[in-house]
C-alpha cells in the first residue's frame, strides 16, 4: 500500500499574469514544484533534500492538502487531495512538524499542548487523556506531562511538537526541517523519536532536511533542486552521486566524505558502503587489526 504518491506535479505560488503567453517551457521555471513524481510505501522512512528554495517545504504542504497541484496529483492513503471531501481526513492523517518549535506551541502546559489538537478535531474528553499519555511516551516525554513548556530545552519542545501531531493518531509524519533550530543533542533526541516511531509504530516518514547525517538513516532520498526531482534512491546510491551534489549545493555525510578521501589516497574501506561514523570507525578498526 503505498502512503504518498506524487504523479508530475507541477506547483507555483502565483500567476502575476494571467494571460502570460509565453510557452509553457519558459513559464514553467518559474515554478516552485516542477514536474515531480515519486512515492512512499506505508512505514518505509524517506528523506527529502535540497538546497534552500528547491521546493522541499511545498512538497511538504502539498503532501497534506495545504497546498493544491496546478497540475498533476497528490495521492495520500489512496485519496486525492484536490477533492475537497477528501482534506478532512488527509490533513487528519498527514502531520507536519515544522522547524521552530517557538512557533508551535500553543499552551504554557506541556499536556494541554498535546490535548489541543485532539480536541480541535472532536475527540471524546474522555479519550484525551489516554491519547496524551501515549504521545508522551512515544516521544520519551512522559515527566514532562505538568510542566511549563517554556521550561524546556529545543529539543524537548520538538518532542513535544511531534508528540501534539500524534495524539491526531496520522498514519504519516512530515517533518519540515524540524531538527535546523536544534543544538546537536536536540537534533539527536529527535531524530531517535522519529526512528522509533517509524520502527515501532510502523509510522510513514517523510523527513526533509539539510543534515546528511539524518537522510542517511532513511530507507530512500530524494533529492531535489530548483524545483525538480533530480535524483532518488538509497543513501548509499545517492551519496555516491559526491561531484553532482556538491554541484548542487549539498554534501554527504562527514564519515562518507572521510572513507572517500581515505579511497583516494589508496585506504580502500568501502567507501561507497560508509555512512555513519561508526560504520567508519568498524571499517577502520577492521583495517587496522
Ligand atoms: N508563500 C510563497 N509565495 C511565493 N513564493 C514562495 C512562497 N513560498 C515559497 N516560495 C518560493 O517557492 C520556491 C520553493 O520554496 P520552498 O518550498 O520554501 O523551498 P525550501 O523549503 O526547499 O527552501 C522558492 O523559490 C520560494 O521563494
Ligand atoms: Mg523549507
Known sequence: MKSIIFNNVFFKYSNPQANDSRPFEELVKNYAVKDVSFSVDEGQFVAVIGHNGSGKSTLAKLANGLLIPEKGEVNILGLDTKESKNLYEIRKNVGIVFQNPDNQMIAAIVEDDIAFG?????????????????????????????????????????????????????????????????????????????KNLNKEFNMTVLLITHYMEEAAFADKIVVLNDGEKVLEGSPAEIFNSYDYLKQIGLSVPFASEVARRLAFSGVDINSGGILATEQLFESISRLLS
Open 118 to 194: 485532539p480536541e480541535n478535531i472532536g475527540v471524546p474528553s474522555e479519550e484525551i487523556s489516554g491519547r496524551v499519555d501515549w504521545a508522551l511516551n512515544a516521544v520519551g516525554m512522559q515527566q514532562f506531562r505538568n510542566t511549563s513548556s517554556y521550561r524546556l530545552s529545543g529539543g524537548q519542545k520538538q518532542r513535544i511538537a511531534i508528540a501534539g501531531v500524534l495524539a491526531i493518531k496520522p498514519k504519516i509524519l512530515v517533518l519540515d526541517e524540524s531538527t535546523a533550530m536544534l543544538d546537536p543533542i536536540g537534533r539527536k533526541e529527535v531524530l531517535n523519536v522519529v
